[in-house]
């Protein structure tokens, strides 16, 4: 080699090595303070040219200025943007509310107004994103309708040009609630059909795999998903722990233990927006700070009745413990939520926790080192103000504000808040100190160069087949099994031999595959109002019953009051607010005339039900517990294709007095009162 190729192939080597420096360091390196060109899309906007680099002339002024920048500093960029904003595009930052998607992926004219004239930045997309929308039914509501991943991109793309046309062509962040997982009623405001999305089990099903690294594997699959539909923000996950067995929402908690929740929060948090937050994040809002579910008996606080959180084993530092390690992983955002923390030493101790300084500013920040922003769970202004119920809503808000919230969900009235700043009842300051905590997230995730996705992207990668096939695995992996009187697993039928099942509550299309040789099922379904259970012929071998326990408590479920401690399942049989399918007499009259030795029973655990011996369950041959998986889950457990491995993520009390008598912020039961104890799950010899 010459000198001068020496020359040149040193130098090009060098440049590689720079290079490759760069590119790691931009993985580890917060969006926002770039240290190489980014990918910039504009489409209301002009691209600025400098340096031979690629800018968006946001504000449309014909020059590059240094919010603009994205080699400058993250703070650099918030204190420009901030002195160019009106003191109403500052109090826009304060609102978030519905936007859903109509038809075919169209923006509403209410999405325009938010933009234009609330000035909001910050949406909950509640949409289910199906591959076959059904378009009756209109708009869908608070919901949405259905909308294909296709139409979804475009909508995130439609409404991000919209605040790219804006003065200052400030993006949004779209936020949703938890939607991939396997949900027999899902609930707007609670959680969404996963739809197109990857179908895991629910967040107490991948507690139940004791597999950390599913869990990791799991949040990167969902990043990929949500990300593809222009989806970065979530709210949650639940740090909640299931310490209180007849809270309705125990179905969206991971497990009653506290220390094996905070690795779950921590790990999500690491896998969803990274080691820090960047253009492949999705930022996380962790729910529900200081720790939902000691709530005074079982009641929600989405209702009066459920307002008040209660510490008789006083254990609150329990439950603040996987915020903890959230905080510590980087979590973006916190949510406090509505319920009263009675007898805390955090004051004030009697109105919800996003009205309590000592909750939010002296615990949350102060304590804990939080420096996020917080997140008010939706409507406590007006309907769910608990303590505060006499204030007008512009008092409401002033004591949210002051005491730390910075974002108010399910609220839209960018006036009322003007107002009072303006009267000098907020202070401008304090309503700067909320916009720069959120223009920190939205600078990070890289927003201001490119909010757009690729609606052709995201049609291939929601439906996935290998991000499917991963889930299906963790739904295996998540079934405990309780009860084995019948030395399961069955053999499957050899040559000409035959299986014949009686089944309840099983998709039987599944035995339609190559894979169920011999294998005949008879589905014992029916509409009870109009038919009656199909006949149980003499060549039935098994049945298999799976078992779905619902509430009909209005749009975020549960029991109704009276009906709260009614988790045995005999008590309830004849209830207003429960409600068994099968019914409790279709599953003994199965059990009677197949034989309770030839029953399995798969029961989907949204609380720790009790199976008491009315009931007569524990008579069945054996008991699966599920949280939330498909049938075919299931039949691989029972036949021995996938090996039980799942251990109960709480513990199952024995009798109704037991969970009258447990201490709500405490997990578990006395001994004497424990069906089966956390962790316990059996397996195959």
């Not at 530092?317 to 979590?331: L, N, R, S, T, W």
């Not at 103000?385 to 006499?390: I, K, Q, T, V, Y």
């Not at 003499?538 to 029991?559: C, E, M, Q």
Request: charged share 20%; glycine share 10%; no cysteine.
């Amino acid at each position: 080699m010459n000198n001068i190729t020496q020359s040149t192939y040193m130098k090009n080597l060098s440049r590689l090595i720079i290079l490759m420096l760069l590119v790691k360091s931009s993985a580890l390196t917060a969006q926002g303070t770039y240290s190489y060109q980014p990918v910039i899309e504009a489409r209301a906007a002009d691209i600025i040219y400098a340096d031979q680099l690629m800018f968006k002339d946001l504000n449309k002024n014909g020059k590059l200025d240094i919010y603009e920048d994205w080699r400058q500093p993250v703070d650099n960029r918030i204190d420009d943007l901030i002195g160019q904003m009106t003191l109403k595009e500052k109090v826009g930052f304060l609102l978030i509310n519905t936007l859903n998607a109509e038809a075919y992926g169209k923006v509403s004219e209410n999405g325009v107004r938010y933009i234009e004239d609330e000035k909001m930045t910050r949406f909950i997309f509640r949409n289910t994103v199906v591959e076959n929308p059904e378009r009756s039914g209109g708009g869908g509501g608070f919901g949405g309708g259905q909308v294909s991943p296709y139409e979804a991109a475009q909508f995130t793309n439609s409404v991000q040009e919209i605040a790219e046309n804006t003065r200052l062509g400030i993006p949004v962040v779209f936020k949703s609630n938890a939607r991939n997982h396997v949900a027999y009623d899902a609930r707007a405001g609670i959680n969404v059909e996963s739809g197109a999305f990857s179908s895991w089990p629910k967040e107490a099903g991948l507690a139940a795999t004791q597999d950390i690294e599913l869990v990791a594997e799991f949040a990167n699959v969902m990043r990929t998903e949500w990300t593809s539909i222009g989806l970065r923000s979530m709210y949650g996950y639940m740090a909640d722990l299931a310490t209180e067995p007849r809270w309705y929402r125990i179905h969206e908690t991971f497990t009653e233990d506290s220390e094996w929740a905070a690795e779950i929060v921590s790990t999500l948090v690491k896998n969803l927006q990274g080691e820090s937050l960047n253009s492949k994040s999705v930022a996380l809002t962790l729910k529900h700070f200081p720790g939902g579910g000691p709530q005074e008996g079982g009641g929600d606080p989405h209702f009066d009745y459920g307002k008040n959180q209660v510490y008789p084993a006083g254990m609150f530092d329990y439950h603040v413990a996987p915020f903890k390690a959230a905080i510590e992983a980087g979590v973006s955002s916190i949510m406090p939520y509505y319920g009263i923390p009675v007898g805390q030493q955090y004051l004030p101790n009697d109105v919800g926790m996003a009205f309590s300084k000592g909750i939010v500013t002296g615990l949350l920040r102060n304590e804990l080192g939080f420096k996020g922003y917080v997140n008010s769970d939706t409507g406590i202004i007006g309907s769910r103000a608990w303590g505060l119920e006499d204030k007008t809503n512009e008092e409401q808000i002033v004591i949210a504000v002051e005491a730390g919230t910075d974002v108010l969900s399910g609220f839209s009235d960018n006036k009322m808040i003007l107002d009072l700043v303006e009267e000098g009842k907020i202070s401008e300051s304090r309503v700067e100190q909320s916009v720069r905590r959120q223009l920190t997230e939205q600078f990070k995730l890289g927003l201001f160069e490119n909010p757009y996705v690729d609606p052709d992207r995201a049609a291939y990668i929601l439906g996935n087949p290998s991000f499917q096939r991963k889930a299906e695995t963790a739904q295996r992996k998540s079934i405990v099994l309780l009860q084995n009187n019948m030395n399961l697993p069955l053999p499957m039928p050899e040559n000409n031999d035959s299986l014949v099942f009686y089944t309840m509550g099983v998709d039987t299309t599944i035995f339609n595959k190559r894979s169920w040789p011999g294998i005949k099922a008879i589905a014992g379904d029916y509409d009870s109002k109009n038919g009656q259970m199909p006949a149980i012929g003499a060549d039935v071998d098994y049945a298999v019953i799976r078992i779905n326990v619902l509430n009909t408590g209005g749009r975020f479920g549960g029991a109704i009051p009276e009906e709260l401690d009614f988790l045995a399942f005999s008590d309830m049989v004849g209830s207003k607010s429960w409600y068994i399918y099968p019914s409790l007499a279709d599953i003994k009259h199965v059990m009677s005339t197949i034989g309770a030795d030839n029953t399995i029973l798969s029961i989907d655990f949204r609380n720790p039900y009790v199976l008491d011996q009315k009931s007569g369950f524990l008579d069945s041959g054996a008991i699966l517990a599920t949280f939330g998986v498909r049938s075919e889950a299931v039949m691989d457990i029972i036949m021995g294709k996938f090996m039980p491995s799942g251990k109960l993520p709480f513990a199952l009390p024995k009798s109704r007095e037991a969970v009258i008598n447990q201490d709500s912020d405490a997990p578990g039961y006395p001994e004497e009162d424990t069906l089966f104890p956390f962790g316990f799950g059996l397996t195959y010899e």
